[in-house]
């Protein structure tokens, strides 16, 4: 019943807008990626069974995305569809799953033999259509807003980094522009005049659709902002009823953010206390475990435009939920115990690893050869971690665009376990061609 | 006697200035009704030319609005397809920008305001400022007269009283007959960086709006021509809560 209820409501809300201004819009992407190994047997920790190249990296890889967006809107309602078509290169994976650690090298099992038959015959990537955005907005009155479906929450000041967003999965700080997934939830907005709005809202668990919910499974929300002539405040808060001890990527937090406009620069930050954290810690074996503290985490930011259009942006990152010198060192014998399992890698994030960081990137528009040239440094002076990122974008028409981009990661403490020591691949070409339609 | 001769003169020489400044506000005053009204709606479309060659097509639709003695605008891109979405948020000398690739909402510092918006030769403060008229954050003074376009025109030098003014310095040329703006120099650094011309007058409720006007870059080979579409005055289309940040994320 209660099923029955949420999909009424939502093709309820969604049909009043449907037969409003409907447009289709989106972009279709087409990468070519070179790997340039650190060796050539691309040998690494996140090897799963230590031997080369078990996870059958190339020297090129080619992938493609497509992104399909329907939005429309009225004067009271608006509904967003984004669809998102990728290419998985799931043949590794499945190769890897395979593979019985206990056999010996080169000998294959059965199965491993199998799946790579499999592999062989039907093609080693998929296709996955994912869902991003699949929610209506609608206007209950001018000071009161409902959201209901699959919505972005971001939030926060912060380029690379938000602590204060609460809602959402872990923004990529060396790819913040990118396109998340949104969240599935129900968020009421109240604006009071243009001084201050509240955003409450409640997420939902993914499987609503299939096995509905109980209320206490319900995580909550709320955001309050405050607006003034050169600065903006948030406060922030979430309830989440497991208390961290599930799997999900919610925890119970507080946290407050301002941005301050001063002489034409920007200064920003965002500090959050949570109650436990997200990601697993290891013991140096197979045991892992989420912290229940309170963990504290704070960014703090400046970013100006230059009068010749350079845009820059400085920002420090501390991460509490990041592994200090000893925990790192635990982490790399786990790593070492049970190999490149899916748990370690999901914790082996680049800008979450160690506790500090520091990002500076730099555009520059040159509107007069329709280029964009981009550079993105971060650096992590516990770890030693330090990942350059520089990019040069050409708009060959004003939809068609080809950007080119390499990225190097390199471990300048040699003592020390950072997330670039055990990548099998620290340095990548990678060339995208954009068509936005 | 020669003393008193003196101090004549140099009382009529300051009541001439006075009152050629009292002059030139008026003039502006008058010249910045066709920009002022309470709830402005526009389409317009935009066209780059680089090096005298057209780049493609950019369509805005645009909101503006006065309200407590504060401006507020909101510009959303409607082509090329790469930008549709993009809006800029403007509240006074605050910037919201929404990203249409993310949908994603980022506050500006006020430094961004002095560039160029899409790469056209209009600033996003060109584009925002301007809903309390020209010479809001300016101080007139009457320098002569020329003739612009076959129009014999006021020359006004408005010079930035006001440290959040875009410009350090502004010439503006509003004809004697119809008070309506023909050209404005924009000037930084003592030089004429770029120079606008309005054409295309037509009356909408009982003000005269350019529907065209052109914007010349002196920096560099490059020329920025809008042609309005529509433009409403005191239009229902637009709306108190467009202007939040909470409306820019409803934007699609």
């Not at chain 1, 409003?20 to 972009?27: E, I, K, L, M």
């Not at chain 1, 499945?94 to 499999?118: C, I, M, Q, R």
């Not at chain 1, 809602?167 to 700080?173: R, S, T």
Request: negative net charge; contains cysteine.
């Amino acid at each position: 019943m209660k099923k029955i209820l949420i999909l009424l409501m939502i093709l309820g809300l969604t049909s009043v807008s449907l037969f409003s201004q409907v447009n289709f819009s989106g972009s279709a992407d087409i990468a070519f990626t070179a790997n340039i190994p650190e060796a050539a047997d691309y040998s690494s920790i996140f090897d799963p069974v230590g031997q080369p190249n078990v996870m059958g990296l190339k020297d090129i890889g080619i992938s493609s995305s497509f992104i399909a967006k329907l939005d429309a809107g009225d004067e009271k309602t608006t509904f967003s569809a984004w669809f998102a078509l990728k290419e998985y290169p799931i043949g590794q994976a499945l190769l890897a799953a395979a593979y019985d650690v206990a056999e010996d090298f080169p000998t294959f099992s059965p199965e491993y033999l199998a799946v790579g038959d499999l592999v062989a015959v039907t093609g080693d990537t998929i296709f996955s259509l994912d869902l991003m955005r699949l929610s209506t907005n609608v206007y209950l009155s001018d000071n009161f807003s409902m959201e209901v479906g699959r919505q972005s929450m971001l939030t926060g000041y912060g380029y690379g980094w938000n602590p204060i967003d609460f809602a959402n999965p872990l923004k990529n700080p060396t790819d913040p522009d990118a396109a998340m997934r949104g969240v599935d939830g129900l968020s009421f907005k109240i604006y009071m005049g243009n001084i201050a709005a509240l955003k409450i809202y409640g997420i939902l668990p993914r499987d609503i659709l299939t096995s509905g919910l109980d209320f206490e499974e319900i995580k909550t929300g709320g955001e309050l902002t405050f607006n003034f002539p050169g600065f903006e405040w948030k406060l922030a808060g979430f309830y989440d009823y497991d208390n961290s001890a599930g799997s999900d990527a919610y925890t119970p937090s507080i946290g407050t953010g301002f941005m301050a406009d001063l002489f034409g620069i920007g200064f920003y930050g965002e500090g959050a206390l949570r109650k436990g954290s997200r990601n697993n810690f290891t013991d140096g074996g197979a045991g892992l475990s989420r912290k229940s503290e309170w963990l504290f985490s704070a960014l703090a930011g400046l970013e100006y435009t230059f009068g010749f259009e350079l845009y820059a942006v400085l920002e420090y990152f501390y991460n509490g939920e990041g592994y200090n010198k000893a925990e790192r060192s635990l982490f790399e014998a786990s790593l070492t115990a049970l190999g490149g399992t899916s748990d370690l890698f999901s914790i082996y994030s680049p800008g979450y690893f160690a506790q500090h960081y520091i990002m500076i990137n730099l555009m520059q528009p040159l509107y007069d050869i329709n280029t964009d040239l981009n550079f993105s440094a971060m650096f992590s002076p516990d770890s030693g971690a330090l990942t350059l990122m520089p990019s040069v974008m050409y708009s060959f028409s004003a939809n068609f665009s080809g950007q080119l981009a390499y990225v190097g990661m390199f471990d300048l403490y040699s003592s020390d376990f950072s997330e670039v020591t055990g990548l099998p691949v620290k340095h990548v070409i990678n060339t995208v061609f954009t068509y936005s339609y | 006697m020669k003393k008193k001769s003196i101090l004549i003169l140099g009382i009529m020489t300051l009541s001439a200035a006075f009152l050629s400044a009292e002059t030139a506000q008026q003039i502006v005053d008058k010249a910045d009704q066709a920009f002022q009204g309470d709830r402005v709606y526009s389409t317009s479309s935009m066209t780059v030319y680089k090096s005298g060659e057209a780049q493609p097509v950019q369509e805005m639709e645009s909101f503006s609005m006065e309200k407590n003695g504060k401006t507020y605008s909101l510009s959303v891109y409607l082509s090329p397809r790469r930008m549709k979405g993009t809006a800029n948020l403007m509240i006074e000398d605050d910037l919201w920008v929404r990203f249409s690739s993310t949908g994603r909402i980022r506050k500006m510092s006020s430094s961004a305001k002095k560039n160029s918006a899409g790469g056209s030769d209009f600033s996003y403060a060109d584009m925002g400022d301007g809903g309390s008229g020209l010479s809001e954050k300016y101080t007139p003074v009457l320098t002569g007269e020329e003739t612009i376009e076959g129009e014999v025109c006021h020359r006004i030098e408005l010079n930035a009283s006001d440290s959040g003014a875009p410009y350090e310095k502004m010439v503006v040329f509003v004809t004697k007959d119809t008070y309506r703006y023909m050209k404005i120099d924009y000037y930084e650094s003592g030089a004429n960086i770029k120079s606008m011309i309005f054409s295309d007058y037509r009356t909408v409720n009982g003000k005269d709006y350019p529907f065209a006007y052109v914007m010349t870059n002196h920096t560099k080979p490059s020329e920025t021509k809008v042609v309005v579409d529509i433009f409403e005055v005191n239009s229902n289309k637009v709306q108190d809560r467009y202007f939040t940040t909470g409306y820019l994320e409803s934007i699609r």
